[in-house]
Structure formats: structure tokens, C-alpha cells
T-cell receptor, first 112, second 112 residues
Framework: ELKVEQNPLFLSMQEGKNYTIYCNYSTTSDRLYWYRQDPGKSLESLFVLLSNGAVKQEGRLMASLDTKARLSTLHITAAVHDLSATYFCAVDMDDSNYQLIWGAGTKLIIKP | DGGITQSPKYLFRKEGQNVTLSCEQNLNHDAMYWYRQDPGQGLRLIYYSQIVNDFQKGDIAEGYSVSREKKESFPLTVTSAQKNPTAFYLC???????????FGPGTRLTVL
């Protein structure tokens, strides 16, 4: 079964803290995407990871991809309230008949 | 400005009605997609199209229909056969199959 699992699904944290969201997937892929969704809004592309060992950073967010472990991480450094949102990972798996397989999303709440 | 537009932003449907959601893109993307999102949930693929005059069913195509007569346009019809259509509908497009997907602002459909 083609699956993408994110954890945690819900995260409440204080401003200034660091934390990591994990995205595991079930079969081979070297193409993974992270998106952000604000409440009631559409999805915004954050990171595109296209090879093993890829690392991308934007502000306080850093994403990485380990294709051997079938794992991507989204690391938040010194969180600020504006990063509160739901974060989705999506994987273009080799066996997926060209569909993106989506994680369930991680709802992140950052308290002042 | 290049982008994806969806209309209307809000749509109300009576029982037994068919309604059509519009999706237009001027990004010259080949592939287009329709997703459904229920409150607090992730994305589920309804239909996707890789080229004009061709489209494939996603995971939850029952009760929906699409057409792709022009590269720029991919309208979604929610038929009366869809018994629980209240949801947030997102249209997306990408340059080639399964590269980074760009999303429209969404249409929120409510059944009265």
C-alpha cells in the first residue's frame, strides 16, 4: 500500500522553541514536496526536494530528504507565531501511477 | 500575473442539483488536478488530466465529472449522485506530471 505518514498530527509549542515534523513514506521515491496551509486558505508550496540528501532552508524552516530511510523532516527553529499553520508533505512515488500521495497534515500552533 | 483562478469562491447547492466549479490557469502547465478537502482533513484526489482531451479518475471520482477541452481550463461538475458534496475544493496544476503543484484559492461548496 502506498502510504505517507506524518507525525505528529498536532503540535502545540511555545515561541522560541525548536521542533521537527516527520514524513515517512512506504516505497521508493526521490521527489518530495512540503506545503503550508493557513486556516480556510489554499496550499502554498514551501519546499521541493528532488534527491537523496537534499536540504532546503527558508527563514526558520529547513526541510531535508533521506531517500534510503524514506524519510523527510521539516525542522522549525526558534518558532514564531506566524508559523502557525497546517503543514503537508506529498510524495511522488515510483509505484504510484503518477499520483502524488499526501500525508494527513500536521497542525502546528505556536503560542506567544 | 500568472496563476490559477477558481470560481466561485463560495457555492451553495440544493439537493438534486448539478453544479460546476471553474478552474483556469495561465501558467502554460500541462497537468491539472482536482482535490477535495473535508474539515480538518488532508487532500483527496478526484480527477487529474495530463493533456487536453484526456483525464483519469482519482481516489474519489464517483459523483464527479470533468472535461479538458482547453489546456487552460479544467472544470469540475459535482453531480446529484455525489451525496455528501459539502467540502473545500482545490484545483492545482503542474508543468509536467507530478512536478511541484501550484494551487488555486479554492471553492467552498455547501449543500443546503
Amino acid at each position: 500500500e502506498l502510504k505517507v505518514e506524518q507525525n505528529p498530527l498536532f503540535l502545540s509549542m511555545q515561541e522560541g522553541k525548536n521542533y521537527t515534523i516527520y514524513c515517512n513514506y512506504s516505497t521508493t521515491s526521490d521527489r518530495l514536496y512540503w506545503y503550508r496551509q493557513d486556516p480556510g486558505k489554499s496550499l502554498e508550496s514551501l519546499f521541493v526536494l528532488l534527491s537523496n540528501g537534499a536540504v532546503k532552508q527558508e527563514g526558520r524552516l529547513m526541510a531535508s530528504l533521506d531517500t534510503k530511510a524514506r524519510l523527510s523532516t521539516l525542522h522549525i527553529t526558534a518558532a514564531v507565531h506566524d508559523l502557525s499553520a497546517t503543514y503537508f508533505c506529498a510524495v511522488d512515488m515510483d509505484d504510484s501511477n503518477y499520483q502524488l500521495i499526501w500525508g494527513a497534515g500536521t497542525k502546528l500552533i505556536i503560542k506567544p | 500575473d500568472g496563476g490559477i483562478t477558481q470560481s466561485p469562491k463560495y457555492l451553495f447547492r440544493k439537493e438534486g442539483q448539478n453544479v460546476t466549479l471553474s478552474c483556469e490557469q495561465n501558467l502554460n502547465h500541462d497537468a491539472m488536478y482536482w482535490y477535495r478537502q473535508d474539515p480538518g482533513q488532508g487532500l483527496r484526489l478526484i480527477y487529474y488530466s495530463q493533456i487536453v482531451n484526456d483525464f483519469q479518475k482519482g481516489d474519489i471520482a464517483e459523483g464527479y465529472s470533468v472535461s479538458r477541452e482547453k489546456k487552460e481550463s479544467f472544470p469540475l461538475t459535482v453531480t446529484s449522485a455525489q451525496k455528501n458534496p459539502t467540502a473545500f475544493y482545490l484545483c492545482a496544476s503542474s508543468i509536467v506530471k507530478w512536478n511541484e503543484q501550484f494551487f488555486g484559492p479554492g471553492t467552498r461548496l455547501t449543500v443546503l
